[in-house]
Each structure stands twice: as structure tokens, then as C-alpha cells.
Antibody
Framework: QLQLQESGPGLVKPSETLSLTCTVS??????????WGWIRQPPGKGLEWIGS???????YYNPSLKSRVTISVDTSKNQFSLKLSSVTAADTAVYYC?????????????WGQGTMVTVSS | SYELTQPPSVSVSPGQTARITCSGD??????AYWYQQKPGQAPVLVIY???ERPSGIPERFSGSSSGTTVTLTISGVQAEDEADYYC???????????FGGGTKLTVL
């Protein structure tokens, strides 16, 4: 059974770079059938899509975050990663990694449990 | 930027039918998806491709589409259905994904 697990620092200082990794187990991230994505949710607020990546490295990002976001993939480790630069308190959120249902259908069918990241000095 | 609009809240009594709408200009061109999220948990996909139900999702969950509005219908609402519900779709050219603001379903 495919599982996703986020990992990374729970506290990041303002102006620094937030870095998270999603480890995929029970399946290969190199499957040609799927994109993999990052979604976040500020406390008490709704979901926001950050961006997604294909195993080949092809990416697409939320236009509102594009200038600060980099998503990469490491197929040898079955992981994909998120970097968000120049963070502020507004970036405080639960960050989820998830799998798209297929290359064509961009619903997220499998989610990690989420990891809380707080931006504070 | 593209937006999907949902009502902030919907309330129904147990056994009744709940309808949650999601409006967006690109919905005639792009599929919509629906998620259920309970407190402290990750979202769960309940509808994909406007009206398809993933395996394991109860039959009381259904989806429909009409023009620029998609609707999640929960028939015979149960107490366990109380949750936040989010729609998701893409802009007209499929360049990026968008979530609606979410609807809190309260079972009275």
C-alpha cells in the first residue's frame, strides 16, 4: 500500500528557506502514471496547492508562489522535495505531500499525514 | 488569478440531503474533484472527474456538473459526514490547480 511521509524542520526563521521532503513507500515514484504534489493549509484556513512534479523533473507551480518555490525529485531515494524561500509568518501552515490520481486527472488520491511548519524568530 | 467559490457553511439534519456548490468560470472545461477533511486529518478524495466515486467512498456521496457550477451531494447525511469539504479544479488551460475556499458541513 502506497504511503507518503513528510519530513523536515518544524520551525523556520523569517527570511530563511523552508525545506521539506516527502518519502514515498510501497511504490515507485518513477511510475510514469503519476504526478506528485505539495499542498499547504494555514491554521484554521483552507487548502492551497503549491506545486507538482513528474518523476522526469517536469514541474508546474502556483503562480502566486512560483517566484519562491522549487520542487525537485530524487528517484534513487524515492523522494521529492519542496523548497520555499524568503518565508514569512504567512507561510506558517501544515504542509502535505500527495499523489495525483493520474497524469491526466489531477485529483490527489493519496496524502501524507502532513507536517506543521511554523515561521518565527 | 482563477478562483473557485464555495459557500462557507451548509447545515442539514441527519437523514436529509446536503448539497455543496463550487463555482468557477473554467469548470465547463476542467474536471472538478471533491475532498472531505475532518479536524486534524488529511483530506480524503470523495469525488473525481466531476462525478466518479473512488473505491471505498459510500454511495451517498455523488457529484454533478452544470455549466460553471459543480455540486457535491450527500444523500441521507450521517453524523460522521460533518466535516469541511473542498473542491479542486484547474484554470482553463490546465496550467495550475486551485482549491475552493471550503465549506463546513454541520449535521444538526
Amino acid at each position: 500500500q502506497l504511503q507518503l511521509q513528510e519530513s523536515g524542520p518544524g520551525l523556520v526563521k523569517p527570511s530563511e528557506t523552508l525545506s521539506l521532503t516527502c518519502t514515498v513507500s510501497g511504490g515507485s515514484i518513477s511510475s510514469s502514471s503519476y504526478y506528485w504534489g505539495w499542498i499547504r493549509q494555514p491554521p484554521g484556513k483552507g487548502l492551497e496547492w503549491i506545486g507538482s512534479i513528474y518523476y522526469s523533473g517536469s514541474t508546474y507551480y502556483n503562480p502566486s508562489l512560483k517566484s519562491r518555490v522549487t520542487i525537485s525529485v530524487d528517484t534513487s531515494k524515492n523522494q521529492f522535495s519542496l523548497k520555499l524561500s524568503s518565508v514569512t509568518a504567512a507561510d506558517t501552515a501544515v504542509y502535505y505531500c500527495a499523489r495525483h490520481l493520474s497524469r491526466e486527472l489531477k485529483a490527489f488520491d493519496i496524502w501524507g499525514q502532513g507536517t506543521m511548519v511554523t515561521v518565527s524568530s | 488569478s482563477y478562483e473557485l467559490t464555495q459557500p462557507p457553511s451548509v447545515s442539514v439534519s441527519p437523514g436529509q440531503t446536503a448539497r455543496i456548490t463550487c463555482s468557477g468560470d473554467a469548470l465547463p472545461k476542467q474536471y472538478a474533484y471533491w475532498y472531505q477533511q475532518k479536524p486534524g486529518q488529511a483530506p480524503v478524495l470523495v469525488i473525481y472527474k466531476d462525478s466518479e466515486r473512488p473505491s471505498g467512498i459510500p454511495e451517498r456521496f455523488s457529484g454533478s456538473s452544470s455549466g460553471t457550477t459543480v455540486t457535491l451531494t450527500i444523500s441521507g447525511v450521517q453524523a460522521e459526514d460533518e466535516a469541511d469539504y473542498y473542491c479542486q479544479s484547474a484554470d482553463s488551460s490546465g496550467t495550475y490547480e486551485v482549491f475552493g475556499g471550503g465549506t463546513k458541513l454541520t449535521v444538526l
